[in-house]
Nanobody
Framework: QLQLVESGGGLVQPGGSLRLSCAASGFTLDAYALAWFRQAPGKEREGVSCISRGDGNTDYADSVKGRFTISRDNAKNTIYLQMNSLKPEDTAVYYC???????????????????WGQGTQVTVSS
């Protein structure tokens, strides 16, 4: 069974940093295009960043460009989201997700992801 498990969330002050991890079981992450999403209370789930299979091309939402970095460690079967210069508006539950096997190009459309983690809470507050 394909499973994704996020970790690394927590409470951080504005301007601080966090690194989220997403570990896979039941499949190897390097065979999939992957993405990070987030959902704040009362808002729709939105794409944050994604990474393609193979060439590792990445994409970011405008709101996080220059502050967040997505990466993949195939040896650990884990992807990461390094979040710097955090703002209160980054507060949300963060999810990682995978496209179906065979799709190489990354996307931040929620409807195109078929495997989701349970989420990890990130709170940015002083």
């Amino acid at each position: 069974q394909l499973q994704l498990v996020e970790s690394g969330g927590g409470l951080v002050q504005p301007g601080g940093s966090l690194r989220l991890s997403c570990a896979a079981s039941g499949f190897t992450l390097d065979a999939y295009a992957l993405a990070w999403f987030r959902q704040a209370p009362g808002k729709e789930r939105e794409g944050v960043s994604c990474i393609s299979r193979g060439d590792g091309n990445t994409d970011y939402a405008d709101s996080v460009k220059g502050r967040f970095t997505i990466s993949r460690d195939n040896a650990k079967n884990t992807i990461y989201l390094q979040m710097n210069s955090l703002k209160p508006e980054d507060t949300a539950v963060y999810y990682c997700a995978a496209r179906p096997r065979g799709f190489s190009v990354c996307t931040m459309h929620t409807g195109r992801m078929t495997t989701w983690g349970q989420g990890t809470q990130v709170t940015v507050s002083s």
